[in-house]
């Protein structure tokens, strides 16, 4: 089967840096994706990485090592409204299909 | 504006009874799903479908059915054989970019 893990819960202050790890397990491999999801909100697409290396979307980044199946959700210049939670997706054994991760609770205090 | 409309926003349903939830989408995306958000978890695939008059099962398909006349439409009806349909639901779709998905706004449903 195929399987996500990563951290419940991340507390950040306001300003900092944070990254959110996300490790995989699966079978076949397409690609990792981040998504953003507010309380009570619907999720939105952040970002996604198919090859190794950085991705960098204004204050986000994401990064992907294949051969770890490993990556991560970097955060920059934080801003209360970040807080939310944050989940990676993979596409796995089939193309037409991702498998989302439990989530992190991203908290920031002032 | 392109979109997907999920309907209604909130669902009471009574124990035995079949709700169906409307999602609709005017992005000309061929790929569609449902998945189900239970409080503070991850989403789960429940059906989803590449093109019209064809859809698979997802992960929980139990209990769940769905139909796929049209390339914008994709209800999903949760049955009575759906034991634990308290949940909130979320209908995706997808184009040429597999991996970014446009998520409805969700339909919270609730048994009374």
């Known amino acids: 089967g195929q399987s996500l893990e990563q951290p419940s819960e991340v507390t950040a202050v306001e300003g900092a840096i944070v990254q959110i790890n996300c490790t995989y397990q699966?079978?076949?491999?397409?690609?990792l994706s981040w998504y953003q999801q507010h309380d009570g909100g619907a999720p939105t697409f952040l970002s996604y990485?198919?090859?190794?290396g950085l991705e960098e979307t204004g204050r986000f980044s994401s990064f992907l090592s294949r051969s770890d199946s490993y990556g991560y959700l970097l955060l920059q210049e934080l801003q209360m409204k970040d807080s939310a939670s944050y989940f990676c997706?993979?596409?796995?054994?089939?193309?037409?299909?991702?498998?989302f991760g439990s989530g992190t609770r991203l908290s920031i205090r002032p | 504006d392109g979109g997907i409309t999920q309907s209604p926003k909130y669902l009471f349903r009574k124990e035995g009874q079949n709700v169906t939830l409307s999602c609709e989408q005017n992005?000309?995306?061929?790929?569609m799903y449902w998945y189900r958000q239970d409080p503070g978890q991850g989403l789960r695939l429940i059906y989803y479908?590449?093109?019209?008059?064809?859809?698979q099962k997802g992960d929980i398909a139990e209990g769940y059915s769905v139909s796929r006349e049209k390339k914008e439409s994709f209800p999903l009806t949760v049955t009575s054989a759906q034991k634990n349909p308290t949940a909130f639901y979320l209908c995706?779709?997808?184009?040429?970019?597999?991996?970014?998905?446009?998520f409805g706004s969700g339909t919270r449903l609730t048994v009374v």
């Open positions: 995706a779709s997808t184009g040429t970019t597999a991996l970014g998905y446009t």
């Open positions: 699966t079978s076949g491999f397409y690609g």
């Open positions: 990485n198919a090859l190794d």
């Open positions: 997706a993979v596409m796995g054994s089939s193309a037409s299909k991702i498998i």
């Open positions: 992005l000309n995306h061929d790929a």
């Open positions: 479908s590449q093109i019209v008059n064809d859809f």
